[in-house]
């Protein structure tokens, strides 16, 4: 793999730099328990938009038991997920969509590379492609294993209803 094919040539990173941990990230991201799907933000690049997570796997995931037995393999929903909370991350500590949450708006061209499984740091980066505030942002995103893209793709990302969702304002 050539470091060009890398949103962030993850040998320049310094992954003992943590720019914020678990704590830091629960002031931007609404996730917890099972779904807090990273442990540390360690590289931001506010002029590209762009940033690198990572989610240390372990043997106590919740989906190791099930998924599958005997053979653990990270669900990619699960990573999916975790590029969510990277790309979720940046939108809010940046207000790429203003103060709205952010969610799922949609998934392109994903592709699935390599398996990851628990004892694996699965690097999760993103950038952004294009943001029409407040209404869109979408970014390239790869999971990375060493120096392995196990996923990539993009990701859309829309601001969610959260009054309509909590009940606290009329519906249709």
Same mark, same amino acid.
């Not at 196990?150 to 309509?164: A, E, F, S, T, Y």
């Given at each position: 793999m050539v470091a060009k094919d890398f949103i962030i040539d993850p040998d320049t990173i310094d992954f003992d730099r943590v720019i914020a941990d678990i704590h830091e990230i629960r002031k931007y991201n609404p996730q917890r328990f099972e779904m807090e799907q990273l442990t540390a933000i360690v590289h931001e690049d506010p002029e590209r938009v762009a940033c690198v997570g990572y989610k240390d796997i372990t043997h106590d995931e919740f989906w190791v038991r099930g998924h599958m037995p005997g053979m653990p393999l990270m669900p990619g929903v699960v990573m999916l997920e975790a590029v969510a909370q990277v790309c979720c991350y940046t939108s809010h500590k940046y207000k790429l969509l203003g103060d709205s949450m952010v969610g799922f708006g949609g998934l392109?061209?994903?592709?699935?590379?390599? =398996?990851?499984?628990?004892?694996?740091? +699965?690097?999760?980066?993103?950038? +952004? *492609?294009? %943001?029409?505030?407040?209404? +869109? +942002?979408?970014?390239?995103?790869?999971?990375?294993?060493?120096?392995?893209?196990?996923?990539?793709?993009? %990701?859309?990302?829309? =601001?969610?209803?959260?009054?309509? *969702?909590?009940?606290?304002?009329?519906?249709?």
């Open positions: 392109e061209e994903v592709r699935f590379r390599e =398996p990851v499984v628990p004892g694996n740091r +699965l690097i999760v980066m993103c950038e +952004l *492609l294009k %943001l029409r505030k407040p209404y +869109l +942002l979408v970014c390239r995103f790869q999971g990375i294993v060493g120096r392995n893209i196990v996923v990539d793709g993009q %990701l859309k990302g829309i =601001p969610i209803p959260v009054d309509v *969702l909590k009940g606290n304002a009329p519906t249709r």
